[in-house]
């Protein structure tokens, strides 16, 4: 699975979906990436990658964001969410940001190398989140690419199931996970898993998300632990 967004390397598991069929040329990316407003205002603003101003959107439309939280952003590096984090939250928040590959250090931000799937990452995320559990947690990632549309889509079901079984352990009653997945097979099967455990579930496409790319992100608000495994 990646761990990571744009601007990041290979994952072990993982790295960022690029496009839908096939992956683009150097010169094709190249070409996109100068065009790209988001990648201007990204260097303005100094984030670390594009996928700030998804997490931004998401933030002001659904109220995520509030003074003192305690998140967990799984798929950190390079870090333009934790960016995000640490200036909306504020000093007496705590940020744990959980990466296959190395990020580079943010004040403010307890960074832990590692599979979130694994026990060891696990055990160094609960102690670094504490007794009360997390506020939020957010997922951005998303599948190797491996050019085969329905075998990549069912990979980012995957990794959906696999961030909402963490934040079942991870938050608090009353929680919120907001999570990358492709519209897609097994996408709706993957909003209804979500509804069984959550108030509320909203299906967002920032403007940040390219057009022409399937990318959405599940907001789920209000998590019931006695609901989590029913769906």
């Known amino acids: 699975m990646r761990h990571g967004r744009e601007g990041g ?31 201007a ?18 933030a002001d439309k659904d109220r995520l964001l509030r003074r003192g939280m305690t ?37 403010g931000v307890n960074f832990i190398r590692g599979d979130f799937r ?21 997922s951005d990632l998303a599948p190797n690419i491996s050019g085969v549309e329905s075998a990549d889509q ?10 909402l079984e963490f934040a079942m352990q991870a938050l608090q009653p009353g929680g919120v996970l907001v999570v990358k997945g492709f519209q897609g ?14 108030d509320k579930v909203y299906v967002r496409k920032p403007k940040a998300s390219r057009d022409r790319s399937r990318e959405v992100f599940l907001v789920a608000k209000g998590f019931r632990p006695s609901a989590a495994g029913t769906g």
């Open 9 to 39: 390397g290979t994952r072990q598991l993982a790295v960022r979906v690029r496009s839908a069929r096939r992956k683009p040329s150097s010169k094709e990316w190249l070409q996109r990436q100068l065009n790209d407003p988001f990648v």
């Open 41 to 58: 205002e990204a260097r303005r603003q100094g984030y670390r990658s594009r996928a700030a101003f998804k997490l931004l959107e998401l």
């Open 71 to 107: 998140v967990v952003d799984l798929g950190a590096a390079p870090g333009s969410w934790s960016q995000v984090l640490r200036e909306r939250l504020g000093p007496g928040s705590r940020i744990v940001a959980v990466d296959l590959l190395p990020m580079d250090p943010l004040a």
């Open 118 to 138: 694994q026990e060891e990452t696990l055990r160094a995320v609960a102690d670094a989140v504490g007794a009360a559990k997390a506020d939020l947690v957010l």
């Open 154 to 163: 069912a990979r980012s079901v995957y990794l959906g199931e696999r961030a």
């Open 185 to 198: 097979a097994g996408f709706s099967e993957l909003e209804r898993r979500f509804k069984a455990c959550f």
